[in-house]
């Protein structure tokens, strides 16, 4: 049973930083396709963040409202992926999820990842 498990969300000043954990288990295959996806109440969903291996290389791929501030990694010895946001804004408040793609035949996009875990609360003031 795919099991994924966020922490780390909490509430930060506008300028600020918290880097998100995602811990996961149970999955098929290397886990080497998952991201980071976030929704805010009355907004769509949307993908942040994505990591997965093409060609032995490792590709990192972020929404544009994100670019810059926000870097994805992944720890396959602890099977943990980590999102480090910097220079938050009130914009990126939201409830942020970790997804996977679990067996990976292709790595879709985050919002289209078969198991997701249950989401951590990120709350910027200004």
């Known amino acids: 049973q795919v099991q994924l498990v966020e922490s780390g969300g909490g509430s930060v000043q506008a300028g600020g930083s918290l880097r998100l954990s995602c811990a996961a288990s149970g999955y098929t295959g290397s886990g080497d396709c998952m991201g980071w996806f976030r929704q805010a109440p009355g907004k769509e969903r949307e993908g942040v963040a994505r990591?997965?291996?093409?060609?032995?290389?490792?590709?990192?791929l972020y929404a544009d409202s994100v670019k810059g501030r926000f870097t994805i990694s992944l720890d396959n010895a602890k099977n943990t992926l980590y999102l480090q946001m910097n220079s938050l804004k009130p914009e990126d408040t939201a409830m942020y999820f970790c997804a996977i793609q679990s067996p990976r035949y292709d790595c879709p996009r985050v919002n289209d990842m078969n198991y997701r875990g249950q989401g951590t609360q990120v709350t910027v003031s200004s």
């Open positions: 990591i997965f291996t093409s060609g032995g290389d490792t590709v990192t």
